[in-house]
């Protein structure tokens, strides 16, 4: 059986505070690529996918940091023998319409029924065709 797990990336690391800074994210990397594999493997499917959230909403605002951090956690998976694919998708502006985590719960539910917004569709399909 494969199993695929759809979760963003950052796993709610999104502490923005003056105390960690956010010049030094090459050098956190590592630290967030192992937190959030760490979960993946532990959960015990045979393949991963990532979607690796970039831009001005995200964690990793760069290209290259998203593709950086993307690399690192793919490396890891398979090194533990998972297939592991990372995707990276836009974050410069929101995704779908709702906001909060039941609305947004519906949102999804409608989308699966093929009644969502359009945005959150084509990501849906994008990902699940991997």
Do not use: H, W
């Not at 999104?14 to 993946?40: E, F, H, N, T």
């Not at 956690?73 to 023998?81: L, P, W």
């Not at 909060?100 to 569709?121: A, Q, R």
Request: with cysteine; hydrophobic share 40%.
């Amino acid at each position: 059986f494969f199993f695929f797990f759809f979760f963003q990336a950052e796993d709610g690391i999104r502490d923005r505070s003056p105390s960690r800074g956010l010049g030094d994210v090459y050098k956190r990397q590592p630290l967030i690529a192992c937190s959030i594999m760490s979960k993946k493997i532990a959960a015990g499917s045979d393949c991963i996918l990532l979607d690796v959230k970039c831009g001005s909403g995200a964690f990793m605002e760069t290209l290259d940091d998203a593709i950086k951090l993307a690399e690192v956690m793919v490396s890891i998976g398979e090194k533990v023998g998972r297939k592991t694919i990372a995707l990276i998708t836009d974050m410069d502006r929101p995704l779908g319409y709702a906001i909060g985590n039941s609305l947004e719960i519906e949102e999804v539910c409608e989308t699966i029924k093929g009644k969502g917004p359009l945005d959150l569709e084509k990501i849906c399909i994008d990902l699940a065709g991997n």
